[in-house]
């Protein structure tokens, strides 16, 4: 009897519950705002488009003339990818290599793609559509590649990362005692 009455009850705290979360407004997840860019990368950005994705830089060319907001939010939505590529340039020329590669490859698939949408003659399709194979053959080959390279890479890491904790493993009493020298004012740099 008492499981009877104290049903209707939790059925209402349920209810109102699930009403109050509905009423509630659920706010979306805040985008984080797009990075700051100076004029200098302003400038860097627009040769990379130039050189890597000429049909962006037009469009950026002509928002320059006709709407500098637009192209503002352009440049700065294009200025992650700049920077991440800037920084494997400095640090990993091979990939920096073949993601250029990868991004011209993928300019020519699309550019394929599109004459071979727009000439549906038989002749021509049949031209563009190897083209365009060679084309997707080529890149899905060189993302091998690249993924090779990520991996080997990582492989690397792995290697010295392991050696370093086997070394601090080994030197764990002296790395501890340093460590609370440091916090205790005594010594300055520890490799903590």
């Known amino acids: 009897m008492k499981f009877h009455i104290r049903w209707p009850l939790l059925a209402a705290g349920i209810l109102l519950m699930g009403s109050l979360a509905v009423a509630t407004p659920k706010s979306a997840p805040l985008k984080p705002a797009p990075p700051e860019v100076s004029t200098s990368e302003v400038s860097q950005i627009m040769n990379f488009l130039r050189q890597a994705q000429p049909g962006l830089y037009r469009k950026a060319v002509?928002?320059?003339?006709?709407?500098?907001?637009?192209?503002?939010?352009?440049?700065?939505?294009a200025a992650p990818n700049f920077r991440r590529l800037e920084y494997m340039r400095k640090y990993d020329p091979k990939l920096f290599h073949y993601t250029l590669a990868d991004l011209q490859l993928t300019r020519k698939s699309y550019s394929l793609a599109?004459?071979?949408?727009?000439?549906?003659?038989?002749?021509?399709?049949?031209?563009?559509?190897?083209?365009?194979?060679?084309?997707?053959t080529t890149q899905f080959n060189l993302r091998q590649t690249i993924r090779r390279h990520i991996i080997n890479s990582l492989l690397k890491r792995v290697a010295v990362l392991k050696a370093q904790l086997t070394r601090r493993s080994k030197d764990k009493r002296i790395i501890i005692t340093d460590r609370i020298k440091q916090l205790t004012g005594k010594q300055l740099h520890v490799n903590w």
Do not use: E, P, Y
Request: aromatic share 6%; net charge positive.
């Open 62 to 77: 002509m928002l320059r003339k006709s709407d500098l907001k637009q192209f503002n939010s352009l440049i700065r939505s």
């Open 114 to 136: 599109w004459q071979l949408k727009k000439h549906a003659s038989a002749g021509k399709a049949a031209q563009l559509q190897t083209k365009l194979r060679a084309v997707v």
